[in-house]
Nanobody
Framework: QVQLAESGGGLVQAGGSLSLSCTAP????????MGWFRQTPGKEREFVAA????????YYRDSVKGRFFISRDNAKNTALLQMNSLKPEDTGVYYC??????????????????WGQGTQVTVSS
């Protein structure tokens, strides 16, 4: 099982910024679509953002467009999620994900092959 390691969560005031990082082992990282999901208590996990294997295409849920930005560095096996203008409704556990089939588009949970352990993001009002 591939271990995706996330870091960068924390507590921030509304309007602030946080950056999440995800690293993965192995040589095949550069071939995967990478993404982020989030979950709040009582809700299902929801898609947040995804980036194609080359980094040439990115996808976002509507509520984060223009505020969140996903990027990747294949040389470092790292995917990043820069979150700006954070709102209390962005609070949740954020999971880094990988899709080995390199799907180009917003990810559904069934497409995800690997999940990170999750990192808490809390936005206070």
């Amino acid at each position: 099982q591939v271990q995706l390691a996330e870091s960068g969560g924390g507590l921030v005031q509304a309007g602030g910024s946080l950056s999440l990082s995800c690293t993965a082992p192995g040589r095949t990282f550069s071939m995967w679509t990478m993404g982020w999901f989030r979950q709040t208590p009582g809700k299902e996990r929801e898609f947040v953002a995804a980036i194609s294997w080359s980094g040439g295409s990115t996808y976002y849920r509507d509520s984060v467009k223009g505020r969140f930005f996903i990027s990747r560095d294949n040389a470092k096996n790292t995917a990043l999620l820069q979150m700006n203008s954070l709102k209390p409704e962005d609070t949740g556990v954020y999971y880094c994900v990988a899709d080995r089939d390199s799907y180009s588009g917003p990810l559904a949970t069934w497409r995800v092959d690997h999940w990170g352990q999750g990192t808490q993001v809390t936005v206070s009002s």
